[in-house]
Every structure is written in structure tokens, then in C-alpha cells.
């Protein structure tokens, strides 16, 4: 099999591999009002950093699929498109965006931990830029109800996620890049 094509059978296997985690993450809940602590983001973070913009992509659209065709993979087990309507769907709406901007900052240059910095702090941005809104229209809640419900105690559990994401990123990056590198003697 040529290198051409390992990449991608290996890419395949970690884009599923980052959406069985996002799943397990979204168990990981404490119920705080509307909206749920979760350990999903810090793997949508993660996959930014390690799987990059296209990749990462691809497993949030994975999760995703899996909880609208009725997996109970979104938090405290839920599922179908009416969770993706509800008070949370902007936030799991926002993964997309979060998962994408912050894989295609990442993989820009040569790598850095200020870039991944920036990456994962744009991408939990993102997911408030949509998610805020979509909890305030769909709960009726003013914004500065929803900002209270949906973003401020958030902040500090995210930012220990995203420093958790940039640190084990950067300590198996080494072992990441050896495995994702040419290997022309593979299977020879």
C-alpha cells in the first residue's frame, strides 16, 4: 500500500477514534442549568491541535451523525435532531466551527504553543459565539441571562481544558509526528 494511502486509512481511524471520545466526553457531565459541564470540548480542542482542520472536521461531523440518527452520544445520553433544536444545539452546532478554525490555525507554520494557544482559545470563542445566542432564542432568556447560563461559568473549566489540550498535545506530539510521518520501509 502506498504512502499516499496510509495517511488517510490512519487519519479514518483517529478522525472515529476523536468522535468516540467527544461521545464519552458528553457523559463526563455535571448538570449546571441549561447547559451541562462536559469534558466533550476538551477533545474537540485536542482534535483541532492533533488532526487539524480537515480531520477534526470530519470526527465532529462523525459524533454529530451518530447523535441525529439516534446514538445517545450527546450529554447525559442524549440524542436525536430535537437535541440538536434544544437549548444546547448551538453549542453543539459551534463544535463545527471551534473543531475547523482551530485545526486550520494549528496547522498553519511551524508549530508553537502559543499558536496552539491561540487555536484552542479561538475555538472555545467560537463555541459561544454560537451557542450563547442559540440558548438565549431558544430559551427566551435575555443575554444577559444567557451569558450568565451559558458562558461565564464555563470559563474557567474551559481555560483547564484548553491548557490541558496545549500540554498533552506538546507531550505526545513527538510520538504523533514519528507515527504520522513516511515510513518507506513500512510493511517491507
Sequence with gaps: MSQEKIIPVKMLVFSALFAACIAIGSYIAIPFGPIPFVLSNFFIFLASLLLGSKWGLLSVSIYLLCGIIGLPVFSQGGAGIAHLLGPTGGY?????????????????????????????????????????PWLKIQTGMTWDKALLAGMIPFLIPDGIKIIAAILIQKAIRPVWNLYMSDRKNAGN
Design 92 to 132: 453543539l452546532f459551534g463544535y463545527l466551527f471551534a473543531v475547523w478554525t482551530g485545526g486550520f490555525i494549528a496547522e498553519r507554520g511551524k508549530y508553537s504553543i502559543l499558536r496552539s494557544g491561540i487555536a484552542v482559545i479561538v475555538a472555545a470563542l467560537l463555541i459561544y459565539v454560537v451557542g450563547v
